[in-house]
């Protein structure tokens, strides 16, 4: 059994809470919170002790692994704490808010040597594994053009978004990482097209709802991610990936699997209504991913370094977007995955 | 070049006529009607000298081939007529109105030795055709359960339905004749279950409008046929054949390729308005069939003799309506086609 | 909370196990078996006292609802001794091996006035709930044509065969009940066509693997059912009603919703491999419909009556399928559901 | 009837030679070619009398109208001489093989005042024409982002791709075209990434086999436009149009309709093998347009203007391509479609 103590009680917290609670090998001991009442209703629910003390957490003879779900400007403090501790870590993206303080962040915790891992919970796709399965095995042949598509349903909140970093830190990085992910090759370039199509207010503060990012990789092979804050038709996620022998494509996913044949047409079943029922699986297999890399002390299924690597292609792509030109992917030290 | 004389200038007829003009090896020379006005009006547009004399037509110095396309009830005669002639001959089906007769007809045929088809023009729908290529290349297996769906969008005149011979004998009697061309084996018995749902008047002459008749196969494999006359929702052709191994299908088809996404759902294009729309190209491919059989000397792509056997079972068929009993089909001479 | 015992601690108990412990409105006291191993076994995992006496169950004072998951020979004595003492009660089907005696088994339940629910999992299927509302919303008109697909992907063992009742008793009943679910009415014939071709041994105790039984609705509607013991492509079930104004199909459901492109074709993801995999969402389902109804003093969302009648329609098409006529389906003071 | 003179009996000029022999309403009186042999070849077969002299063609008292399927550098000299003999011209795009040629073509042409069309075949697509009207329609809402896919089998020869004028001169101009068409918009920004993969020759001579175009619309809107010269898997073309309200896909085209179940998965019908036989049914389309168009004296369906336009975003592009940046797109008194 792996004792965890999870960080954050929020919406995602909970939603580890009950993957941690279900999970065999998992022993859930701490919810930690910085609001008692929230961390005691999840632990009432899931179990462990709640806590707002982080002394409790950070402490090898209790725990053996932390999952950080807390707020985004948390994320380096707890990582650093855990490495400090000798704990192993799972963290939401991003590490740190700044690209620079996130290369600080990961050299610290790899120094440590603690087993690390950001959630990158796509990479754990039912859909999305099977396409990068194959792909693998030569099933298209090398890679020459990746398409993505990241389209939600409906916009966040704006006092969310004016915070949030821009689109294609907070939305397309996920993204950004599956493109280095499935192909094994770090972009070089980067070109971003965006316009604030939902929202105005949204220029106001330089972000956009509507972009298409375009990459190329050192092979020559172009990747295209075109990032959507709100669809009129729910959520919306796709990857295809042309090889030069076939394509493959994790396609977009119908809510349920039913058919209305009439003279107007034939109407099957809507996407799904929202991004939470197309990703929640996602989340117990990247635990489960976690769990089992740790027992076994195998090669993380997402490293820093990755989330890293992600990071900076985000920050070359908002680059671009400002400016209006291809640019250059600035790696800190990176070698693809 | 073949020569043709087309026998019948209705609706069915002009379709064919515009196949011969279209016909690279065809010559249609002579278009039979016993309305002169009607023949003259497609000998205008495809060529051909009009005429009401069959003395024209069935002359072997000036014609190789007659396409019957006439009423029903004129089959016999001219199939009788093109054999004492000599002459190449296409059919529409049924050969006769009744089976005995039926029987005579393919006889007397036969024993002219002439080059003769039924058109069963389902036989060479594009799909249909690959269905039966993987099933005759072994790559479902052996043929377990076969089922078809013949539902036509609307309910032809009860003028016409009263003379057709009934729903099995007039529609149902295209699937079959796949149903011996797909499994090449001859089916021993019947079971039907109809009802008249769209008109009651159907009824009083003791006919359906919606039936489902159960075959069974000398070896043992099942075959279900859904004949609908009337659908809300556009035409409605489809047949799956499964084996030991694997399904094949022969999928319902749209009439076009365009998806609409909303919150309601995935609205892709309706099926084909009509049977025509949908089998239309059939009738060009299954004459090119039977000019390329006709030159090449090979086996009649659909002989009388088929055209004798579908018949039989659509006589088990509609006997079993009215029993409500299983029926042994009785073949006269028949082997497997 | 609801305070449930759980009978029989086999492969399906199991699974109600899993679903009684993750429910929160539910307190899964006891686990029941003859084998104390097996059902400490389940103790363990889920909850509860594992016993190996029903005095311990049928106890009004400890426990609000039976769950019987036992054997089969076992129903009707759970069903008698819930009824007894005055608990709730959900069963798998069947209630009794014979229909006579499960008649004596619904009169005893129906008079002493428990909630009772046969598990007819099926009604509970994403899917089909959808294809059934709407059709009760009048979505495609008055039904005309129901076709369903019930097709396992292995043979079970012959053993199992050999006291399963039948094909038409233990895999099709499901189906039955699903007919008279989604139409409302209570079929009057049913006509069956069969076959062993997976296996001969099967036919020597008359049973077959693959058969086609069709039902006649008081309406005038047909309904087509096909069941399949093994195929060489998966688990496949499927439901087609079609109306007058329109058809609603609950599609084959494929396993995953990758594909692969090629010059030999677009490759999909296949079907389920077992029907568990594409079930198993409706046992948690039905479940919830228990609890809630019980709760809200609702009707049964299918009632001991509903098992009865559908076990009616296999006991008719059993004895169509010996007797290759159609037969009458004698209901015992049924009305429809 | 209209009097067509056809210009050009190469592959093309066959094609469109069997749609003027066709079409009821037109008449082919001569077909044009420097060589006579080829030019016999057509007229024996569709019709219309073969010749190399220009002033037979450009012969207002025996011709209406010409169609321009000559060698592209010819183009601009058959435009202009249709024009001074006031007749009205469909040609094949490009107008003239550079830009600033192109424009004094097309003013020459509208100075004359002759009816004139550029064949934008796709335009004319059965699936593409619906995805617009349901666009004019309001049907997805405002456009947000348009993606489309240019995607061809094989590679062209080598020697025809270093004459071409380059992949987006070539192959992508159509598809800023159907931009222009389905949005009613002139983009004003292009962005180019491509790469020559398929083989390194290309890009010897500055061209690319594999790119991605972005275009920003006035509105804000967005296009994204992928184009390949050599697919592993057939014939891709595909345009999907997000709106805020929902999407509309003109979707990948298999060439048939058949599905093959098995453990493995369900692979259906294959694309098309080549670009021919998904385009071959626009020809004839867009032929009937420019015949109704010209009899009802109405608005060319794809106007001289129209072709300079996409030829002015193809340039654009190109530049792009080469700078490695963001390109203003310079129309020359354009006002959109």
């Known amino acids: 059994m792996q004792r965890f103590a999870l960080l954050g009680a929020g919406f995602i917290g909970a939603v580890h809470a009950e993957n941690l609670a279900a999970h065999p090998d998992v022993d859930l001991v701490f919810v930690y919170d910085i609001d008692l009442t929230r961390a005691a209703a999840l632990a009432d629910r899931f179990g462990g002790k709640a806590t707002t003390n982080p002394a409790d957490v950070f402490d090898a003879t209790a725990v053996d692994a932390v999952f950080i779900a807390s707020s985004t400007d948390t994320h380096a403090e707890h990582l650093r704490a855990a490495a400090d501790a000798g704990l192993a870590v799972v963290c939401e993206k991003p590490i740190a808010p700044t690209l620079h303080e996130a290369e600080r962040v990961v050299e610290h915790v790899e120094a440590s040597g603690v087993f690390a891992m950001v959630d990158f919970n796509r990479r754990f796709d039912r859909d999305h594994v099977e396409l990068k399965r194959v792909v693998d095995a030569g099933g298209v042949g090398p890679v020459e053009l990746v398409q993505m598509s990241s389209r939600g349903p409906t916009l966040p909140p704006v006092e969310y978004l ?19 992910w499935i192909t094994g090759e770090d972009p070089v370039t980067v070109s971003v097209t965006g316009s604030a199509l939902v929202d105005p207010t949204i220029a106001e503060f330089g972000d956009v709802d ?3 990012a375009v990459l190329r990789l050192p092979s020559g092979g172009i990747v295209q991610i075109d990032s959507v804050r709100r669809t009129g038709y729910g959520y919306d996620e796709r990857i295809e990936v042309m090889g030069a022998d076939g394509l493959i494509e994790s396609r977009r996913q119908p809510a349920a699997n039913v058919a209305l044949y009439s003279n107007a047409g034939i109407t099957t079943s809507p996407l799904h209504k929202g991004w939470f029922e197309r990703v929640q699986p996602t989340y117990a297999a990247a635990l489960s991913a976690f769990v089992d890399a740790l027992a076994a002390g ?17 920050e070359a792509a908002t680059a671009s977007l400002a400016s209006g030109k291809t640019e250059r992917i600035a790696y800190e030290g990176s070698a693809a995955p």
């Open 210 to 212: 509507t972009s298409v």
């Open 298 to 314: 195998g090669p993380s299924p997402a490293s820093l370094r990755d989330g890293l690597n992600a990071q900076a292609i985000a």
């Open 162 to 180: 004016r915070v949030s970093g821009g689109q294609l830190r907070d939305q397309t990085v996920h993204f950004f990482d599956l493109c280095r």
